[in-house]
């Protein structure tokens, strides 16, 4: 089955702790990005790349690290110098060809204790 | 700067009627409109786009109406059902560098009532 798994479902982390959020896609999609959700809230950019080896900054890039090694995979670190990490997060891949459409995954959900 | 905004954050309607969610765009640079469904701990699936030079667009049992006098986009749930329970976000595209990029409004609740 084609498509975008996000893992763990749920993450529970300590204060002061980085914690890297897994998100693979075999899709075969060039680009990939990075939200974060809140409650009630809307879905606001980290991160994006557009190809292997690049990426770019989103809205809310501070506290946060990627990297983008493989076409498949776009992890995304959460380290000590978010303030607030606790959040629903959100990957999403896009094909080219023009589409506008954003394949997401199930999400990860970070508690911080 | 750009903000995409719902006019209702909840929205309720019986079993089988039509529904309506609205969206208020400020980006009249925006190319592509799109709405999104999310059911609760789950991703967003995509529901519709429009491009921006379309006032209309019909899927299956939605339609997407695009007012770009008052950057107004709706979507239209026809008879709706217990499945369609969500919140649904409208999202415009912006460009940045060549990559696209999605704005999403905050979401409205649409419940479902038998």
């Known amino acids: 089955d084609g498509g975008i798994t996000q893992s763990p479902k749920y993450l529970f982390r300590k204060e002061g702790q980085n914690v890297t959020l897994s998100c693979e896609q075999n899709?075969?999609?060039?680009?990939m990005y990075w939200y974060r959700q809140d409650p009630g809230q809307g879905l606001r950019l980290i991160y994006y790349?557009?190809?292997?080896?690049?990426?770019q900054k989103g809205d809310i890039a501070e506290g946060y690290s990627v990297s983008r090694e493989k076409k498949e995979s776009f992890p995304l670190t959460v380290t000590s110098a978010q303030k607030n990490p606790t959040a629903f997060y959100l990957c999403?891949?896009?094909?080219?060809?023009?589409?506008?459409?954003?394949?997401f995954g199930p999400g990860t959900r970070l508690t911080v204790l | 700067g750009e903000s995409v905004g719902l006019h209702l954050p909840t929205l309720s309607v019986q079993e089988g009627d039509n529904s309506i969610i609205n969206c208020a765009y400020s980006?009249?640079?925006?190319?592509?409109f799109i709405w999104y469904k999310q059911e609760s701990g789950k991703g967003p699936q995509f529901i519709i786009d429009?491009?921006?030079?379309?006032d209309k667009r019909q899927g299956q049992r939605v339609t997407v109406l695009l007012n770009k006098t008052v950057k107004h986009l709706s979507l239209q749930i026809a008879a709706t059902q217990p499945g369609d329970s969500a919140v649904y976000f409208c999202?415009?595209?912006?460009?940045?560098?060549?990559?696209?990029?999605?704005?999403f409004g905050q979401g409205t609740r649409l419940t479902i009532n038998p």
């Open positions: 999403a891949s896009r094909g080219g060809g023009g589409t506008n459409e954003q394949f």
């Open positions: 899709l075969n999609h060039d680009a």
């Open positions: 790349s557009q190809i292997v080896n690049d990426f």
């Open positions: 980006n009249s640079a925006s190319d592509y």
């Open positions: 429009i491009r921006s030079n379309m």
């Open positions: 999202a415009e595209t912006a460009f940045l560098g060549g990559a696209q990029k999605l704005v």
